[in-house]
């Protein structure tokens, strides 16, 4: 079984609406589809499960406005993280890439990762020979960029595996700086700096980060 990594760009008309307001705005730092299912006789029911960390007001006051959402539930983790659960009438700009993925004996584990400028990027594992037919079935308004190919195996994910892209990117900032030093020669200040974000911000990516890694680590020498 093979696993395919690709990053997609889709030209905003084709974004949802959460989408583009993420691009738009600060409120969110970071979000991720964790889950979802099509339901109904057309399957045009969308629910999906979204981690989102950011502002959770703007966010939400955005959920309400959303015309193909039908009903939505937001429960919060702490001051700049929550999770969404979301029902939503599947959009025909969503069906024009989807469609792709139909016919194709593939499957996309999660999550599938949102960044601040509309990409998102995900794991597609199947047959190898089912990726380019993918990748040729995508709309060309679709910009798509391999990033690995190879043998499926989460046994032997790093470490770091379960961190995100701005927890990894604290992280890389945190050793630059010298903040896991001993003694400890940069401080949240100097990461928060590099990364634009509020001191809170860092320190609470780097908490997160820290009790993923260490939680991997005891697990792995625990077996």
């Not at 429960?75 to 700009?93: H, K, L, M, N, S």
């Not at 792709?100 to 995900?122: C, T």
């Not at 997160?208 to 020498?221: C, G, T």
């Amino acid at each position: 079984m093979k696993y395919l990594d690709i990053r997609l760009r889709q030209p905003e008309w084709m974004m949802h609406p959460m989408q583009v307001f993420a691009k738009r705005s600060d409120a969110v730092e970071y979000e991720e589809l964790q889950a979802w299912n099509l339901i109904g006789s057309q399957l045009n029911v969308e629910y999906e499960l979204f981690y989102v960390e950011g502002d959770r007001q703007p966010y939400e006051a955005k959920l309400d406005s959303v015309d193909s959402i039908r009903w939505y539930d937001l429960t919060p983790i702490d001051d700049g993280a929550f999770y969404v659960y979301v029902c939503q009438q599947r959009r025909e700009e969503d069906v024009v890439w989807q469609e792709a993925f139909a016919a194709l004996d593939l499957l996309v584990v999660p999550p599938v990762v949102y960044d601040d400028s509309g990409e998102f990027s995900m794991t597609v594992v199947g047959e190898g020979e089912e990726f380019q037919t993918l990748l040729e079935g995508l709309p060309e308004d679709i910009d798509v960029t391999v990033e690995t190919v190879g043998e499926y195996d989460r046994r032997h994910v790093p470490v770091a595996g379960d961190l995100t892209d701005r927890q990894l990117a604290a992280v890389s900032t945190a050793v630059e700086v010298g903040y896991y030093e001993v003694p400890r020669e940069g401080s949240v200040e100097e990461v928060a700096a590099r990364l634009d974000c509020a001191a809170s911000t860092a320190s609470k990516l780097l908490q997160r980060a820290e009790a993923s890694v260490l939680s991997r680590v005891v697990d792995y020498h625990g077996r």
